[in-house]
Nanobody, 124 residues
Framework: QVQLVESGGGLVQAGESLRLSCAAS????????MGWFRQAPGKEREFVAS????????YYPGSVKGRFTISRDNAKNTLYLQMNSLKPEDTAVYYC?????????????????WGQGTQVTVSS
């Protein structure tokens, strides 16, 4: 299995940027598709982005497409989420997750391994 640790969250103003990182250890990182999800208080966990094992395929929902970019460095066992033009509605705990299949997916139940989350707060 794989262990995941997120970092990079914080408090920013609307319009600013943040980059989240997710460090992986354990089994071969490059064999997993990876995803980012977020959860705001009182809301269900929401899909943010997914990337295939090679990084060649990415997938975003409409709410973040064009503002967020997912990427990975398999040599460093690290996943990234670059978030630009942040909005107050992006405020949530952000989680990275690993999927045993190498293909992207937007459903949380398809991911077997999860990090502990990192808080992102966007003020207006």
């Amino acid at each position: 299995q794989v262990q995941l640790v997120e970092s990079g969250g914080g408090l920013v103003q609307a319009g600013e940027s943040l980059r989240l990182s997710c460090a992986a250890s354990g089994r071969t990182f490059s064999s997993y598709a990876m995803g980012w999800f977020r959860q705001a208080p009182g809301k269900e966990r929401e899909f943010v982005a997914s990337i295939s094992w090679s990084g060649g395929v990415t997938y975003y929902p409409g709410s973040v497409k064009g503002r967020f970019t997912i990427s990975r460095d398999n040599a460093k066992n690290t996943l990234y989420l670059q978030m630009n033009s942040l909005k107050p509605e992006d405020t949530a705990v952000y989680y990275c997750a690993a999927r045993d299949s190498g293909a992207v997916h937007n459903t949380a139940t398809q991911y077997s391994y999860w990090g502990q989350g990192t808080q992102v707060t966007v003020s207006s």
